[in-house]
């Protein structure tokens, strides 16, 4: 049930990962929404030092593994009907973060991370996320993981020894066509973090219409590569 790859729609998914993870930590008292198995350890911070939000980072994993489950399910449908997954669940993805979006600039800033405003809009943003950690798992073939930088990061530090030691040429092509997305994904990934910050300096919970303009940008995209194709 892959989907052929979009050579642009990992980075830019990667940017809205790094950019709205860490401005919904910046905004949800130090709420993961796409790295969420880091929510245990801001969990327990928060108990220690009393802090808000507790209940937020305690229901995130659930969320985010109920939903994920759904968007396979939703996936699975889609291609029984003949249709391509990628294209639903990316306009699903971007209709999410924009709700995230929505709702967090209406009820924000969240001084209580486990107010009910807070929970309805952390959840939002967790979905998103687990929507776009779906699409990345199961619809782009042979692009590294969107939001799962550790990984990355270690096959980025494996490729480069690997180089550094290989003498073949054919295989240090081949290392080398491995290196070039993992690159690019973790540049993306660190230019939205550091857009994430700035613009939340800048201008608040409306930084958040970022990743809504790209996530559209990418739909729109894929669905014109896509025309051109058929």
Known sequence: MESSLHPSVAPALSFNGGFVDTLGFLALQGLFTAHVTGNFVTLGVSIVHGASGALS???ALPVFVLVVGLTHLAAVAIHRRGLVPLRLLLVAHTLMLAAFAGLAICWGPFADGDSTTALITGMTGVAAMAVQNAISRQHLKGAPPTTLMTGNVTQFAIDVFALWGEHDPAQRATI???LKPI???LLAFAAG???AALLYLATGLWGLLLPVVVAI?????THRKDQLRT
């Open 57 to 59: 980072k305690l229901i």
């Open 176 to 178: 080398r066509q491995r």
């Open 183 to 185: 690159c690019t994904t």
């Open 193 to 195: 973090c550091v857009s």
């Open 217 to 221: 940008g990418v739909c729109l995209n």
